[in-house]
């Protein structure tokens, strides 16, 4: 990967979260024009424009599509996701746990949701110029790399947003030569996501919201379209499939 030029303006889906919020931050900082998009739509920070938008609701990410139209970010970042819901259902140990209604909720907002918005969002991509598409993924989304099974439904559907993205690559990759689709494994970082699972990690394993962000934006800095289509890891490693 070879370093490149910073973005100009940027949409985060999910700023409310610690990543998102944390990269749009990082983005202000840098200058970039920054779109903040959450649930409510309010955002405090004065230097970024917010609006409002859900993953069950395609019509408001077509309407954001549609307002940004005349002046379209060369980034896209879906920093949404869930692993627990808010029922507190997740993630399955055990296959003897899987709940048809949970499953479908996670893949409702970890794979279709983020589809929703590259069906709208890649669209706005300039032709010719540099452009990045990223979504939060995670390493335990890679089938090759799964040695302890368990949590089936963030698996599967962090593995279907993989294949999501890889489709979007190629595809993307037919009339945008300079754009770049990727994944974006943050590793495990202090938001209220990992929260539930932080007592057992080793020391040095947790990485604050603000210092995860720095090192995803530094891998989305120097990826290049021969990478599109491929999952990074927080240190600019390829995730195996």
Same mark, same amino acid.
């Given at each position: 990967?070879? +370093?490149?030029?910073?973005?100009?303006? !940027? +949409?985060?889906?999910?700023?409310?979260? *610690?990543?998102?919020?944390?990269?749009?931050?990082?983005?202000?900082?840098?200058?970039?024009?920054?779109?903040?998009?959450?649930?409510? *739509?309010?955002?405090?920070?004065?230097?970024?424009?917010?609006?409002?938008?859900?993953? +069950?609701?395609?019509?408001?990410?077509?309407?954001?599509? =549609?307002? #940004? =139209?005349?002046?379209?970010?060369?980034?896209?970042?879906?920093?949404?996701?869930?692993?627990?819901?808010?029922?507190?259902?997740?993630?399955?140990?055990?296959?003897?746990?899987?709940?048809?209604?949970?499953?479908?909720? !996670?893949?409702?907002?970890?794979?279709?949701?983020?589809?929703?918005?590259?069906?709208?969002?890649?669209?706005?991509?300039?032709?010719?110029?540099?452009? $990045?598409? =990223?979504?939060?993924?995670?390493?335990?989304?890679?089938?090759?790399?799964?040695?302890?099974?368990?949590?089936?439904?963030?698996? +599967?559907?962090?593995?279907?947003?993989?294949?999501? #993205?890889?489709?979007?690559?190629?595809?993307?990759?037919?009339?945008?030569?300079? !754009? $770049?689709?990727? *994944?974006?494994?943050?590793?495990?970082?202090?938001?209220?996501?990992?929260?539930?699972?932080?007592?057992?990690?080793?020391?040095?394993?947790?990485?604050?919201?603000? !210092?995860?962000?720095?090192?995803?934006?530094? $891998?989305?800095?120097?990826?290049?379209?021969?990478?599109? *289509?491929? $999952?990074?890891?927080?240190?600019?490693?390829?995730?195996?499939?």
């Amino acid at each position: 990967m070879n +370093a490149q030029t910073t973005f100009r303006r !940027a +949409a985060v889906f999910g700023a409310s979260g *610690g990543i998102g919020g944390a990269l749009a931050g990082t983005l202000a900082d840098r200058g970039v024009d920054v779109w903040a998009g959450s649930r409510s *739509g309010f955002c405090r920070d004065k230097r970024m424009r917010g609006f409002a938008f859900d993953l +069950a609701d395609e019509a408001s990410i077509a309407a954001m599509a =549609a307002e #940004l =139209a005349a002046t379209p970010p060369d980034l896209v970042i879906v920093a949404s996701g869930v692993l627990t819901l808010d029922d507190g259902k997740g993630p399955e140990r055990s296959f003897k746990q899987i709940d048809a209604d949970a499953m479908e909720a !996670a893949f409702r907002l970890n794979t279709i949701g983020p589809a929703l918005i590259a069906k709208h969002f890649l669209p706005l991509l300039p032709r010719r110029d540099r452009a $990045v598409f =990223a979504a939060l993924s995670a390493r335990v989304g890679s089938i090759s790399d799964n040695r302890l099974g368990g949590w089936h439904s963030y698996r +599967a559907s962090k593995a279907a947003l993989n294949m999501l #993205l890889k489709n979007f690559a190629i595809e993307l990759g037919r009339t945008h030569e300079e !754009a $770049v689709v990727a *994944g974006l494994h943050p590793g495990t970082v202090d938001t209220r996501l990992s929260e539930p699972f932080q007592s057992n990690l080793p020391d040095g394993q947790l990485t604050a919201a603000n !210092a995860a962000a720095a090192n995803l934006l530094k $891998v989305l800095d120097g990826l290049t379209p021969r990478d599109s *289509g491929s $999952v990074f890891d927080w240190k600019g490693e390829e995730v195996p499939a």
